[in-house]
């Protein structure tokens, strides 16, 4: 199983940025998809969410601004991310979990919001 993400990059508060994520060597469509992040000196939380049937779940932090959403023919998620705000600086993680012992992770993608 292979997740990678990509997308990331340095935008201006207000700006707009589209995260990606490919989940490979799994079947995709029927597992949830979440995105966490991790800002400097914090713990990771969960930003947003995606059930295998399409529904979503949002930080309070980021309702209204950003959108998650799937593609299972490309295996593929996407985090559009609309008004940045500094406080967005993050790595950004997509992460699936089939079961109790299998939780993947990609590497991350930094996502600077600064003027």
């Known amino acids: 199983v292979q997740v990678v993400e990509s997308g990331g990059g340095s935008v201006q508060p207000g700006g707009s940025l589209r995260l990606s994520c490919v989940a490979s060597?799994?079947?995709?469509?029927?597992?949830?998809i979440n995105w966490y992040r991790r800002a400097p000196g914090k713990q990771r939380e969960l930003v947003a969410t995606?059930?295998?049937?399409?529904?979503?779940n949002y930080d309070d932090s980021v309702k209204g601004r950003f959108t998650i959403s799937r593609d299972n023919a490309k295996n593929t998620v996407r985090l559009q991310m609309n008004s940045l705000k500094p406080e967005d600086t993050a790595v950004y993680y997509c992460?699936?979990?089939?079961?109790?012992?299998?939780?993947?992770w990609g590497q991350g993608t930094q996502v600077t919001v600064s003027s």
């Open positions: 995606i059930a295998s049937g399409g529904t979503t």
């Open positions: 992460n699936t979990k089939l079961s109790s012992s299998q939780d993947y």
């Open positions: 060597g799994i079947y995709f469509r029927i597992y949830a």
